[in-house]
């Protein structure tokens, strides 16, 4: 279990983290969206104990992060934005090492790292050096070593970084199986939208520090299906007609407007009827009429860039 | 101004910690550096180079503000002691330079020390130099106030003279013994008490101050008296500096009870001594073995400018002192002279069997006699007595034991009395004192240096080399290559 | 303590592994080899009494003076500034092990293999042993021990100095600052009167080791010094890597 509860974290006149709380339980993915300087980073790193959070309280498995810091840290896997190792040791040394600083215990200390290391793919890779892996498998043995004590919580800050599509698509399924199947907490930050969208089991999108909304993706896409959005496609000029839609009818918003294509926001469903009518009457033939679905892409522009239909800050 | 003020904050917390810090260390360090808490043990092997408690205790005993200052200055290239390579200054500058890093921590910072090398600014030596009046061979000068021990060479170690073309070396020093006993010279209250007889001095009385003076500067308590100290005077050492007539009833019966008592005497006198009062020391000298000749002594003379003159203003060669003699032992070494004038000779005679008698001061086969003390011709006739001749003889009891009971030292001429600022007369009137007060003590206090001497041959040697210079450092990159090799697979 | 013992194997082994430390390594063995064979050939105190030799090795060379601050900073700017420069710093204090177990154990594995260093030299007595050369031990061990500690103490500063920067250069050359500093300045300023003198003699390390530990004369002060300017130094890159939790 991870909780964060009202965190500031502040870089003199930069206000990093404001008022930041959340939960994430054993068996939950939390994903932590937002675009780059947004906070992600400094918040996981509060949370891993390498920052001490300005004010408000954090806990790792029970244990507060200032109160009982080397706890907390041993209940935590954290893996880096940019893991590195050091490079005149080999990744079995290291994941060894790491092995012994997290008080694996002696006996164990071997197996565990040809468990964790057989997970990743990284048998091959135990004795060459560090300096001489790829990116990929860089990321690999950082998630390795963040595995190695198997704590009950994990704080993964860009994970996917450097993989490529193979490699994130068995990245998603360990983490999912470590998850739920071994009711671990994960937090992991990303401002990949796809990786999110498809991993966490809820969002956490932040911007400039602050939550913006929580929830699992159903959860937060509901916020913007309160009013039914339309994608429709005509055989004529679609910018003058829609520059008339408006008058025609009350409350209805056209979203965007490219050639033919129209994305128009109704005022309610019986709308869609009366614009089949109306489009009929002026010679414009209605090629495609269909919702649009809403995608964690939209509620991020929505959030973050203040277009219209934002919701209320949520967290 | 946010950022800046979190930095300032950051900074003046990291500053306030190492400052607290910092405090605790400087406390702990004064509190170790305290004498119950400072232990200092000495493993070394060949030669202990540590002080004992007792020169530790009198180096604490001192006065605030007393000085060491350590002259280690480069040898004489004329030195004996620096022929054929020999390393006896550089050994012993290394024993001093221990001895001078104790001094400072034993007196707990009471005396301060100066070490005066060849690293020093020479104008500092120099300085230094005429402040003390610095001879070549003296050492360490000890300065408590006005009072100051001076230590020579031949005090502090022990050598192997240079013979056959081998070096000399040195075999044993007593520094600690030398350090500690000056020490206690100058720190401690009573001082040892010196009665200059000054009744019937063949000098103006005046010319008697420097002498006084340097009896008070080596730490003694001299003072001029006109009678003789009778037996219930604590005086530690009597000097006659010339006498040039005979004693008052009441000062020869004080002299011939201090003479029988076997206190230390200083006698000098000289040709100007008339025959009756030379007679009366004869007599009381006569178990000591010796006894001093009537006619004043002449020897050839080679003035600054290379003329030759005779005169009675004689000088005694260091091929004239004796070598082993703790009051010559430094002269001789540093082949100095001393001058004598107006000077009579000495007879070896049959004395007792409980003194020991030396000559420390002779002349060769070149001097002679003048027979006639009011009409001297200085020339030589085939008549007149010639040398060599004895100018001053030091006796001692063979089983002499405690401090100088028994020692006397005659000497044929009062003059180096006059002036002892002259280098080589206050040399010489030092030691003598010191060693009429048993202060040489060269038997005690003795540590004895092991030397451990090295003449690798050509064969190690070239073994020495190649292993410490290339097989050393070569098989260290050779491993490091290894590693590098082996770590990149 | 056992990931203490974990971080501190580590270090050990990573200086072990290390090919430029065995550089290091070579040109300290190297010029210890110049030095000890010019002893035994140009110095006569050192030809007439080997029981002089510890002194000259471990004390009152210029040379020795002018290696011993230099060296340490080159072992210990990999140890904290290296680290930081690299990135691998963060695993390493997000690991569960306070931030004093991190300095002792990077001090630690510094100071066991810098025995290495005076170890060689050591090596050499050895050497001379083997040759018949007899030897005053207790001066070699008394010297041994003396350049250890003075070792120690710039090993510490060395180490305060790697935690200020990422910069190689900047972590090498301050704590060779400040070991030239510590080193120098007593005995410049040894016969200023005063207070200044007074800390200057007490502060004074070539005369710690030359007139002390490699004639063999054990000081329990002079080893405080060492220790207790150790600790103060290990004390202030605590207090530097831990000032980052401090909540400003």
């Known amino acids: 279990m991870i909780r964060v509860d009202r965190l500031h974290k502040r870089f003199g006149a930069v206000q990093a983290v404001r008022d930041l709380s959340f939960e994430v339980p054993p068996g939950e993915i939390l994903g932590f969206l937002g ?246 009457c002026r010679g414009e033939e209605v090629l495609a009429f269909h919702p649009d679905t809403p995608t964690l892409e939209d509620l991020f522009r929505v959030l973050v860039a203040g277009a219209p239909g934002a919701p209320e800050e949520a967290a | 101004m946010g950022a800046l003020n979190r930095r300032l904050r950051l900074g003046l917390l990291t500053i306030a910690a190492g400052l607290a810090g910092m405090a605790l260390v400087v406390l702990m360090l004064r509190a170790l550096s305290q004498p119950q808490l400072r232990y200092r043990w000495d493993f070394a092997g060949t030669s202990p180079l540590a002080l004992s408690q007792r020169s530790a205790a009198a180096l604490a005993a001192m006065p605030e503000g007393s000085r060491a200052t350590l002259f280690l200055d480069r040898p004489s290239p004329q030195d004996p002691l620096t022929f054929y390579g020999s390393a006896v200054y550089p050994n012993a500058y290394a024993v001093l330079r221990v001895a001078a890093e104790e001094i400072r921590i034993q007196s707990h910072g009471k005396v301060e020390v100066q070490v005066l090398d060849e690293f020093t600014a020479p104008v500092k030596v120099a300085a230094e130099k005429a402040r003390l009046g610095h001879q070549y061979g003296q050492m360490v000068y000890l300065e408590a106030g006005e009072k100051r021990r001076i230590l020579r060479f031949a005090e502090l170690f022990r050598i192997d003279q240079p013979v056959n073309e081998q070096p000399a070396r040195l075999h044993s020093h007593r520094v600690d013994e030398a350090l500690g006993d000056a020490a206690l010279r100058l720190g401690r209250g ?45 005086w530690d050492l009597l000097i006659i500096p010339g006498q040039r007539g005979p004693l008052l009833a009441a000062d020869a019966e004080a002299a011939r009870a201090w003479v029988e008592q076997d206190r230390p005497l200083f006698l000098a006198l000289g040709s100007f001594t008339p025959a009756p009062a030379m007679e009366f020391w004869n007599q009381q000298l006569a178990p000591r073995g010796a006894a001093f000749l009537e006619g004043r002594v002449c020897k050839k003379f080679r003035g600054a400018t290379g003329l030759t003159a005779n005169a009675d203003h004689i000088a005694v060669t260091f091929e004239g002192m004796q070598a082993n003699h703790a009051i010559t032992a430094d002269l001789h070494l540093d082949q100095r002279w001393l001058e004598l004038g107006s000077a009579q000779a000495l007879d070896l005679t049959e004395g007792s069997v409980d003194y020991a008698r030396e000559t420390i001061l002779w002349l060769d086969g070149s001097a002679w006699i003048e027979p006639d003390e009011l009409q001297p011709t200085f020339q030589p006739s085939s008549r007149t007595p010639r040398g060599p001749f004895n100018m001053v003889v030091a006796t001692s009891r063979w089983d002499e034991q405690d401090g100088g009971r028994g020692r006397a030292l005659l000497s044929g001429s009062a003059t180096y009395f006059v002036d002892p600022q002259r280098a080589l007369a206050r040399d010489f009137l030092s030691s003598a004192t010191r060693w009429l007060l048993g202060e040489d003590q060269s038997s005690s206090g003795l540590v004895a240096l092991q030397s451990l001497p090295f003449r690798p041959t050509a064969a190690q040697h070239a073994r020495l080399a190649n292993l410490s210079i290339l097989a050393l450092p070569g098989a260290t990159l050779l491993f490091g290559l290894l590693v590098f090799w082996r770590r990149r697979r | 303590m056992t990931a203490f013992t974990a971080l501190l194997k580590r270090e050990v082994f990573s200086l072990l592994v290390t090919p430029s430390v065995y550089l290091l390594l070579g040109v300290w063995y190297l010029l210890n080899g110049l030095l000890f064979v010019y002893a035994l050939d140009f110095s006569p105190e050192v030809q007439s009494d080997l029981s002089l030799l510890p002194q000259y090795l471990f004390g009152s060379s210029l040379l020795v003076w002018l290696l011993l601050p230099a060296f340490p900073p080159l072992v210990t700017l990999r140890l904290l500034a290296e680290e930081h420069r690299l990135g691998t710093l963060e695993p390493l204090l997000t690991a569960p092990i306070s931030d004093a177990a991190v300095v002792l154990a990077k001090y630690l594995s510094a100071s066991i293999f810098f025995l290495l260093f005076w170890g060689g030299v050591l090596l050499l007595f050895v050497l001379l042993a083997s040759l018949g050369a007899q030897l005053d031990w207790a001066r070699v061990v008394g010297g041994f021990c003396g350049a250890f500690l003075c070792s120690l103490l710039f090993l510490a500063t060395g180490l305060f100095a790697s935690s200020w920067s990422g910069n190689l250069i900047l972590a090498a050359g301050g704590g060779a600052a400040l070991n030239y500093l510590l080193l120098f300045l007593p005995a410049i300023t040894e016969n200023a009167d005063g207070a200044v003198g007074a800390v200057a003699r007490a502060a004074h390390i070539p005369n710690m080791l030359d007139r002390g530990f490699a004639a063999g004369l054990l000081d329990s002060y002079a080893a405080a010094y060492f220790l207790g300017l150790s600790g103060l130094f290990l004390f202030l890159t605590w207090v530097r890597l831990v000032s980052r939790r401090w909540v400003p």
């Open chain 2, 190 to 234: 009573h001082l040892p008490r010196i009665a200059v007889y000054s009744g019937l001095l063949p000098f103006p009385r005046e010319d008697l101050g420097p002498f006084l003076q340097l009896l008070a500067s080596e730490g003694y308590q001299a003072a001029a008296v006109e009678s003789l100290p009778g037996p219930g005077d604590d």
């Open chain 1, 35 to 280: 675009p780059n300087g947004a906070g992600k980073t400094t918040t996981l790193r509060i949370l891993s104990g390498f920052l001490p959070p300005s004010s408000g309280a954090a806990a790792v498995a029970g244990h507060d992060l200032t109160q009982a810091s080397i706890q907390a840290r041993r209940a935590t896997g954290y893996l880096p934005e940019s893991f590195v190792a050091p490079p005149e040791l080999r990744v079995g040394e290291y994941l060894r090492f790491r092995a012994g600083l997290k008080a694996v215990p002696g006996a164990r200390r071997r197996r565990r790292v040809a468990e964790v290391t057989e997970m990743l793919g990284l048998g091959p890779r135990l004795r060459q050096p560090f300096s001489a892996l790829s990116k990929g498998f860089r990321q690999r043995v950082g998630l390795a070593d963040a595995l190695l004590a198997d704590p009950p919580a994990l704080l993964l800050d860009e994970p996917f970084g450097g993989l490529d599509p193979l490699q994130r698509q068995e990245f998603r399924e360990l983490l999912r199986g470590l998850a739920h199947d071994h009711r671990k907490a994960v937090l992991f930050s990303s401002h990949v939208l796809p990786e999110v969208e498809e991993l966490a089991d809820r969002v956490l999108v932040i911007d400039e520090g602050r939550a913006l909304a929580l929830g699992s993706r159903e959860e937060l896409l509901s916020r913007l299906d309160q009013a039914p959005r339309q994608r429709l496609r005509i055989s004529g000029d679609g910018a003058a007609l829609g520059r008339k839609l408006p008058e025609a009818f009350p409350g209805l918003e056209v979203l965007a407007c490219d050639g033919g294509e129209l994305l128009l926001q109704l005022a309610d469903a019986g709308q869609r009827g009366a614009l089949f009518r109306w489009f009929a």
